[in-house]
Antibody
Framework: QVQLVESGGGVVRPGGSLRLSCAAS????????MHWVRQAPGKGLEWVAV????????YYADSVEGRLAISRDNSKNTVYLEVNRLIPEDTAVYYC????????????????WGQGTPVTVFS | QSALTQPASMSASPGQSITISCTGT?????????VSWYQHHPGKAPKLIIY???NRPSGVSNRFSGSKSGNTASLTISGLQAEDEADYHC???????????FGGGTKLTVL
């Protein structure tokens, strides 16, 4: 079954860190760039990070630059997002999503999503 | 504030048609034919229903159609069904600096 399953979300105090995971199955994970997209309560979707299929290139949204770190382990079919120095504005459901076409990131569309993992920054 | 503007909510009756607009700028929607739409039932994974403005992925009902005029893209759902009640998000490629932008989402209620 082709799917993405996120995990690792939770309630964290401001300044804390979390490591989110996204496990892929049913397709050749190592052929696709993988993204993280988040949705804050009552807001629209916001793209935050992507890693290329081979793990060499990574790109971040300006709004999170320096606080997020994306990584992947193609042997485990998993992409990760480490969120550091959390602030209340990071409260959101975090989704991983597959890039539209194989290879390097294109951002053209996202053809497979997970169900998301919630992160709450709460003091 | 989202980069693309969508109505926050819309409603219609079963069997009717509805069109959701998505307004961007000449830096995204107006320049690139890379608008996509996602259907999202709360608590589930978002689902791609339209890509490249008007293309439907395999398995998506032909009741969903997309179009674009200038800086505004549109998603039309015909013959509304109860299961169409969901949030709909538009998205556009925005070039090599901003990469991608989303709309604020439209909550569709099927009365």
């Amino acid at each position: 079954q082709v799917q993405l399953v996120e995990s690792g979300g939770g309630v964290v105090r401001p300044g804390g860190s979390l490591r989110l995971s996204c496990a892929a199955s049913g397709f050749t994970f190592s052929s696709y760039a993988m993204h993280w997209v988040r949705q804050a309560p009552g807001k629209g979707l916001e793209w935050v990070a992507v890693m290329s299929y081979h793990g060499i290139h990574k790109y971040y949204a300006d709004s999170v630059e320096g606080r997020l770190a994306i990584s992947r382990d193609n042997s485990k079919n998993t992409v990760y997002l480490e969120v550091n120095r959390l602030i209340p504005e990071d409260t959101a459901v975090y989704y991983c999503a597959r890039d539209s076409l194989g290879g390097d990131p294109k951002w053209f569309w996202f053809d497979l999503w997970g169900q998301g993992t919630p992160v709450t920054v709460f003091s | 504030q989202s980069a693309l503007t969508q109505p926050a909510s819309m409603s219609a009756s079963p069997g009717q048609s509805i069109t959701i607009s998505c307004t961007g700028t000449s830096s995204d929607v107006g320049t690139y034919n890379l608008v996509s739409w996602y259907q999202h039932h709360p608590g589930k994974a978002p689902k791609l229903i339209i890509y490249e403005v008007s293309n439907r992925p395999s398995g998506v009902s032909n009741r969903f159609s997309g179009s674009k005029s200038g800086n505004t893209a549109s998603l039309t759902i015909s013959g509304l069904q109860a299961e169409d009640e969901a949030d709909y998000h538009c998205c556009s490629y925005a070039g090599s600096i901003n990469y991608v932008v989303f709309g604020g989402g439209t909550k569709l209620t099927v009365l």
